[in-house]
């Protein structure tokens, strides 16, 4: 992975991947030792896409947005309301 996209598999993060027909969802992360792959079909309907991504581009999401992707809510509908953050 490091050579295919330039990102650390073991920094930490979560990488996401969906498959072509947007039925079958991966979470591949590393845990100290070893890596932890989490899978996830779905027996009617599709995983959704956020609208920046093409499904081959590399897009950062947030916790929100993974949560809401495995749900099937489709995030153009969502609205989130003002929160304080500390950036």
């Excluded at 993060?13 to 947007?22: A, E, G, L, P």
């Excluded at 989490?38 to 956020?50: Q, S």
């Excluded at 809510?73 to 309301?81: D, K, W």
Aim: net charge positive.
């Amino acid at each position: 992975m490091r050579n295919g996209l330039g990102l650390d598999p073991a920094s930490g993060d979560v990488y996401v991947f969906i498959n072509r027909r947007r039925d079958r969802l991966k979470l591949l992360v590393w845990q100290g030792d070893g890596y932890a792959l989490y899978y996830k079909r779905l027996e009617i309907g599709t995983f959704e896409y956020p609208r920046q991504c093409g499904g081959g581009d590399i897009h950062v999401l947030n916790w929100t947005e993974l949560v809401l992707i495995m749900q099937g809510i489709a995030l153009e509908s969502v609205r989130h309301r003002k929160r304080y953050s500390q950036k």
